[in-house]
């Protein structure tokens, strides 16, 4: 790029330092911890971008078949974001998918405004074996003023309250897609030079459903309205989706990214015999939820949004249908209209 390109450049810091001057009373907490974030990413990628040549050389284990004794790549990106986080003042408490515990840190007398951050380090880890992308999920929270050093209860907060939340993918090219409730905005890390640069500003997931994304393996344990909203989206003759194309990666990150970018709807619904989903509510779906949100999508449970729910548990499970807002609605009306006819509940309106 010219010398006189670079002028206009937008990097993550600089960007988040001007979001930062128009909040003068804020005195750059918040900005830092995005800033770190990003910086722990990178290390991150720094190890997955070499998976194979580590794996190896017996540094670390396969994700897909854990040997005794090694570590796998989500338990290193586990480490990398603990170690980049918890020695900063404004880190409240840390939780992750792949801890059953969440780390409290005390106050000591530090700053009063301190957060929560919640995160999967590596997403889609099983997938790095065979170089497909994965990607790492967090969200931050305000731990409560005055609370010297965070219970549980303060960890367990709805997605409505994050103060952010965002992801980063490792694929193609490494991209920190994060919201502050002012938008979606994409950064592409140029290796060249170590930086994010803005590259996607004010990301809207585009009216078009053109991708409709499940492990379409689990059909027979998908509950009845969910089989028809599938059956409905991939072989029925809505003009709205004769377009639309199976695609399913596996990594829920690379999945949701390409819908935000791409249209198109996510869905890992509940098993009807367990009633249980797969994915995490804090780690998972509640940060890609407040992206959903802020980009013009929507993102439920079949039942309720999952921005509403209150987690009871840090690895609470959840189902999750996420993306096009008119498809997740139309699932959504299935569900009612499927739960009214068994005199379930009584006819109102679906989650929107
Ligand atoms: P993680 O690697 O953090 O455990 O997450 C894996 C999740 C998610 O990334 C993906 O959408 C889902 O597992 C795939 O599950 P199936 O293999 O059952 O389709
Ligand atoms: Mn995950
Ligand atoms: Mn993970």
């Not at 990003?38 to 194979?52: L, T």
């Not at 996607?200 to 409709?212: A, K, Q, R, S, V």
């Not at 689990?218 to 029925?236: C, I, L, Q, S, V």
């Amino acid at each position: 790029m010219p010398a006189r390109e670079w002028d206009k450049v937008d990097t993550l810091e600089s960007y988040v330092s001007r979001e930062q001057r128009m909040h003068p009373q804020s005195r750059g907490v918040f900005s830092d911890l995005l800033r770190r974030i990003g910086v722990a990413s990178k290390v991150i990628v720094s190890k997955v971008n070499k998976a194979g040549l580590l794996t190896d050389k017996g540094i670390f284990g396969r994700s897909g078949r854990p040997e005794p004794g090694r570590r796998t790549f989500h338990l290193l990106a586990n480490d990398i974001m603990r170690s980049t986080l918890s020695w900063m003042p404004a880190v409240a408490g840390i939780a992750s998918r792949d801890e059953e515990e969440m780390t409290s840190f005390p106050a000591n007398g530090a700053i009063s405004s301190r957060y929560i951050v919640v995160y999967d380090a590596l997403d889609g880890s099983s997938n790095i074996d065979v170089n497909i992308s994965a990607g790492t999920i967090f969200a931050i929270y305000r731990c409560p003023i005055g609370v010297e050093q965070p219970e549980l209860e303060d960890y367990l907060q709805p997605g409505y309250k994050a103060a952010a939340a965002g992801y980063v993918i490792y694929g193609s090219s490494t991209m920190f897609v994060f919201t502050t409730g002012q938008g979606v905005h994409g950064f592409t890390l140029d290796p060249d030079i170590g930086e994010y640069i803005l590259s996607h500003e004010n990301i809207l997931i585009p009216d078009d459903c053109t991708c409709f994304s499940a492990n379409e393996s689990h059909y027979a344990r998908w509950d009845e309205p969910t089989k028809r909203f599938a059956d409905h989206m991939r072989f029925g003759d809505d003009p709205r989706y004769t377009g639309t194309s199976s695609r399913y990666i596996g990594s829920l990150v690379a999945d949701f990214h390409r819908n935000l970018l791409y249209g198109g709807v996510f869905l890992y619904p509940a098993d009807c015999e367990t009633g249980e989903g797969k994915l995490r509510l804090l780690f998972e779906c509640a940060p890609l939820a407040m992206i959903a949100d802020q980009a013009g999508g929507l993102a439920t449970t079949g039942r309720e949004r999952i921005l509403d729910i209150r987690p009871t548990a840090l690895q609470q499970r959840v189902p999750l249908i996420i993306g096009n807002r008119e498809a997740v609605e139309l699932h959504g009306r299935m569900i009612r209209d499927h739960d009214i006819a068994l005199g379930l509940r009584r006819p109102s309106r679906p989650p929107s």
